[in-house]
């Protein structure tokens, strides 16, 4: 879909990027990653025109991009920066309508288009959508972003280091939302980040750049286990098998995990603990709300519920959409072996252990 061929980007006393071919298909998310300098954000500018080229050529669907008009190129092509850059004087709504209104959309269908961006994004348009952007987080703000990029329905979207300037927690957040959400949208993405676990855990492919020159291309996991050259090793780190783990569904891994419900007599549960050591204890709606070992059987108590060691489902639990490597780093926190695996509201659906993690 999106296709450079001997690319060259050339500033006064620097060539930024050097003669780049590369091809990036249809519904692909492909990361563009490396170190500062390498040319990564000129890339994704010369794509939409916001600079020009210096010499090779670009085509969309196998048309170059000089035979479209500035403005219709860039109708095509979703654009979400690291600065978000909403409007301040504008509502969310009218920040995420601001292309759609161009294009002459109905005022109807815009509204809709926004309410549905906004429910995509886990934002509740009732309480959002008449907000400004000063009343936002950071997080909510890149959200609004990435929705307003999206508005008019894009084919392609140029996403420059979206979630460089959030903490550690709301980007990993956001990253898991929007892989979710490219798996529903199958958008053409080109993505510039230079953080290796980041295009790890997003991309299907991804391309390494160095000094303005393409160094590799390829999926994540040859990237990892054959690496080309020094520099692409050194790069990705000594941790590989834990970055690998970013790239491994959690639910892939999950097995059956012993329960019983709070109101279940305590005495009942010793032959299970007897066998599994441990078992989750559920409230009546199926709900996680901690465990029992050998140690509660020696509490007295007369029920699960009351024996149990109690747990913060939000703490301690891994969602249906985490990662392998997400279910690893709740364990380490909180100094458990096995960790429950929930869906949004708690119920629990099975459990990943930490020798199933060690054999992956």
């Not at 929007?178 to 980040?193: C, D, M, N, Y």
Request: proline fraction near 5%; hydrophobic fraction near 40%; charged fraction near 25%.
């Amino acid at each position: 879909m999106i296709s450079l061929n001997q690319v060259t980007k050339e500033f006064p006393g620097k060539i930024a990027v050097n003669e780049l071919t590369f091809e990036v298909e249809r519904g692909e998310f492909c990361v563009i990653i490396g170190p500062s300098g390498c040319g990564k954000s000129t890339t994704l500018r010369m794509i939409n025109r916001l600079i020009p080229v210096s010499a090779g050529s670009i085509t969309l669907d196998g048309v170059d991009i000089y035979n479209y008009r500035p403005e219709e190129l860039r109708r095509q092509i979703g654009y979400a920066i690291q600065s978000v850059g909403l409007f301040p004087h504008m509502t969310v709504a009218r920040n995420i309508g601001i292309v759609p209104q161009l294009m002459n959309w109905d005022m109807s269908k815009i509204r809709r288009r926004t309410d549905e961006l906004l429910d995509l994004l886990n934002l509740d348009p009732g309480v959002y959508r008449d907000q400004y952007p000063r009343q936002l987080s950071g997080g909510e703000a890149q959200r609004v972003g990435v929705a307003r990029a999206l508005a008019a329905d894009p084919a392609i979207l140029l996403m420059d280091e979206p979630f460089g300037a959030i903490d550690p927690i709301t980007r990993e957040s956001l990253q898991t939302e929007f892989a979710r959400i490219q798996k529903e949208l199958k958008k053409t993405i080109v993505f510039v980040t230079h953080d290796i676990d980041e295009a790890i855990r997003i991309a299907t492919r991804i391309l390494v750049l160095k000094d303005g020159k393409l160094v590799q291309h390829d999926t994540p996991e040859n990237i990892m286990t054959a690496p080309a050259g020094r520099f692409v090793t050194e790069f990705i780190g000594t941790d590989r098998a834990l970055k690998r783990l970013s790239r491994l569904p959690a639910v892939n891994y999950m097995k059956e995990a012993p329960n019983v419900r709070e109101s279940d007599p305590l005495q009942s549960a010793a032959g299970l603990i007897a066998e599994h050591r441990y078992l989750w204890v559920l409230a009546h709606d199926g709900k996680v709300l901690g465990w029992l070992d050998e140690n509660s059987l020696k509490s007295g108590e007369q029920t699960a519920g009351l024996a149990m060691t109690s747990l913060d489902f939000r703490m301690s639990a891994v969602v249906t959409d985490s990662t392998l490597k997400e279910a690893l780093s709740r364990m380490v926190q909180q100094g458990i072996r096995s960790a429950p695996v929930v869906d949004m509201k708690g119920v629990l659906l099975g459990e990943i252990r930490m020798g199933d993690i060690l054999e992956a």
